[in-house]
Nanobody, 119 residues
Framework: QVQLVESGGGLVQPGGSLNLSCAAI????????MGWFRQAPGNQRELVGF???????IYADSVKGRFTISRDNAKNMVYLEMNSLKSDDTAVYYC?????????????WGQGNQVTVSS
């Protein structure tokens, strides 16, 4: 089945930028959604945003205008570009992939990368 391998993360100052990458190994279904979730201490996991293979996208209100999700379908890669970072963006970020196979839906998750925004 699909395995998601994330890279990136780290410490960045407020107002700075950081990029995350995710490789979807073994993904063979052309119709899918790829994107990112995040979870801060004491909070539930929340949607950051996703982009479908058809090109539609959704972003959380808290990141609109600051974060951008892009895809490289030939490489089965998804990226998260984070700009104008705030302390409230501090969280573990998880890559995800979802697809439909007949009547069934499947979800896959990356291992998580820590992003810390601090002076």
């Amino acid at each position: 089945q699909v395995q998601l391998v994330e890279s990136g993360g780290g410490l960045v100052q407020p107002g700075g930028s950081l990029n995350l990458s995710c490789a979807a190994i073994g993904l063979i279904f052309s119709k899918n959604s790829m994107g990112w979730f995040r979870q801060a201490p004491g909070n539930q996991r929340e949607l950051v945003g996703f982009v479908t293979s058809g090109g539609s996208s959704i972003y959380a209100d808290s990141v609109k205008g600051r974060f951008t999700i892009s895809r490289d379908n030939a490489k089965n890669m998804v990226y998260l570009e984070m700009n104008s970072l705030k302390s409230d963006d501090t969280a573990v970020y998880y890559c995800y992939v979802a697809y439909v196979d007949g009547p069934d839906r499947y979800d896959f998750w990356g291992q998580g990368n820590q992003v810390t925004v601090s002076s």
